[in-house]
């Protein structure tokens, strides 16, 4: 399974940007799938997740700024990230989570940037 992200990019303090991530190859649906990211110096920690059901969960740091949403294809997910601050600068990386067996795949990566 390879997981594609596109939409990062650089913007303004309170400004938005929209993540996709799509996953190919694969006829099953995953049962989670999630954003994390990854800041300079720092280590990789989770932004949000949706499971198959859109039930959610978010980093306190991110909660009622950004939304998770699984899309309408197999295996598609988005992070819709709004009033963006510069601590939300890293690496966004997109996973998805098979479960029976367990399976866990990573995109490899897109950079959002947001100035001051």
């Known amino acids: 399974v390879q997981l594609v992200e596109s939409g990062g990019g650089l913007v303004q303090a309170g400004g938005s940007l929209r993540l996709s991530c799509a996953a190919s190859?694969?006829?099953?649906?995953?049962?989670?799938m999630g954003w994390y990211r990854q800041a300079s110096g720092k280590q990789r920690e989770l932004v949000a997740t949706?499971?198959?059901?859109?039930?959610?969960h978010y980093a306190d740091s991110v909660k009622g700024r950004f939304t998770v949403s699984n899309g309408n294809a197999k295996n598609t997910v988005y992070l819709q990230m709004n009033n963006l601050k510069p601590e939300d600068t890293a690496v966004y990386y997109c996973n998805a989570q098979f479960l029976f067996p367990f399976r866990e795949y990573w995109g490899q990566g897109t950079q959002v940037t947001v100035s001051s």
């Open positions: 190859q694969s006829t099953t649906s995953a049962n989670v």
């Open positions: 949706i499971t198959r059901g859109d039930s959610t």
